[in-house]
């Protein structure tokens, strides 16, 4: 049914082209065209899709994304589902709950997905911030209402112990070794502000570290990341 | 230089991160647009992130990916779906629109062909018509030319025995000696023969052929142009074989007169 409607933008096109056929012309008026507009979009977007899969970027995923493409839904939980159940999981400390909270941010981002626009940021950003806020919530909602207390339990790294080593089992062997190498004060400043989203402020204060060196450290951290992961 | 300051400060990291005011990020936003490096920055950082905590990801269960998809479509699939059903369904009756649209052109224009090829036909006839009716009217104005020329002497030649209901004439001018035959009067002749016209002079009788008269059936009016004839003093028209003859057969005479 849906490969239909393709061939026939093209179709209509060439009936415009006809001046000839003004009695089809009168019939397929300009709402109509619209409609047509928009499947030719979705047909470059889906050739995009087709012809990158694996590798697309934010800026080749979000007119995808845009037009409430089925398939975009499943590229955008295939690229970032598990990075969000790691911040998820990292702030909520419970497999089942996080899983809830994974499917609520899912949800809430196909159903806001009007409201992102690329000037208020990254849409990764858009995303995780949604997963932190999420998660915070589902804390509050359990009655923590400290949040403080509750988030400075443990780092991300604590994360490599719950979870599934079969699965994951080459994932973390990676990871074991760029942990190692990884200075535990770099684990700490990433953990703090990527997971937790803790302001400069709030970091600072937890690290005992000046404010302003923090933004510097993470810095570097994130190079030796960078380094690490050859990104 | 100015933009390595920018990347060392360690703002694009938090950029990423979603730890910005507003304004900061549509700073941000504003200088990743303008300069290719920042924005190049930025998608590294990005990946890097995105790795990293995609590698500290727990055992995520397919489960989850159908759960979320069964909520979405409870709470969107009305719309989802409508949605899909009307440009599906714009689909169809564009498709369905269009093949009528074909049925109806195709049959427009097998319908256009066939009057053409008559209007075609029709005016070759017209065409054919016109010209048979133009040499008519050419063949009456010299009929009529001839008729009317007060020079002429006209010549009745009555019908003789072999066929006593014939008559011609001969429209003769005696300063020109020039012929022209009216045989009107005369039988179509039968297949294989011709009327040839003969110039008299009585003492002695001697015949001169003077032409044959071709084309009998074609020529509507009847009227011929032969040769000049000096001073002829009698018309005679026998019936002779296609091609004519030297002297007339005179059991075939058809008329004949005096001047």
New interface residues.
Partial sequence: ??E??YP?AG??LY?RSRQK?G??RN??DAD?FQ??A??ANLLKNLFIFVSKDAIM??EELLPLIMT?DERA??HV?D?????????I??LVND?EE??DV??EV??KI??NIDSYN?????F???I??IA?NSSIDKLRSKGFSNKQKNLSSDN??H??D???KM??KI??I??REFVNKLKPKCIRI?DL???K????QEASDELQIPLGTV?????TC?ND??NF?R? | MENTTYI????L????????SEEE??E??RMAKKHGEINDE????????????????????AE??K???E??EL??GKV?TLK?NR??Y???A??V??LI?FA??YNEHSQRRSEIVNAQNENTQLQESLVSSEIKAKQTEDALAVVRDVNNTVISLGGQAVSPTSYAKVYYNKNTAVVYVDAAGLPEPPQGHVYQVWALKLNPLTPTSIGLLEDFKSQQQRIFAVERANGAEGFGITLEPAGGSKSPTMEQLYALGKV
């Fill in positions: 049914m849906a239909l409607r026939m179709l209509y009936i056929i009695f089809l019939r397929i109509h409609n047509f928009q499947i970027t934010q409430k839904f499943t939980y690229m970032y589902s598990k990075s969000l159940f790691a911040v999981n990292n497999r996080a899983e994974l499917q899912f949800v196909w159903k690329e000037s208020k940021g990254r990764y950003t858009w995780v911030n932190r991300f790294v994360l490599l719950d979870s599934n699965v994951h994932d973390t990676g990871i990433i502000l990527f997971f989203g803790y302001t400069q933004k510097t450290q993470n810095r994130i990341l960078r992961l990104v | 060392e400060s360690g703002i990291e938090l950029y990423v991160y979603g730890l910005l990020n549509l941000v936003s930025i998608l590294s950082i990005e990946r890097a992130i995105v790795n990293l905590s995609t590698s500290f990801s727990p055992f995520l269960s989850n990916f759960k979320i998809r909520k979405l709470k969107h989802v899909s440009t599906s714009i689909g169809w564009a498709a629109l269009l649209g109806y052109q």
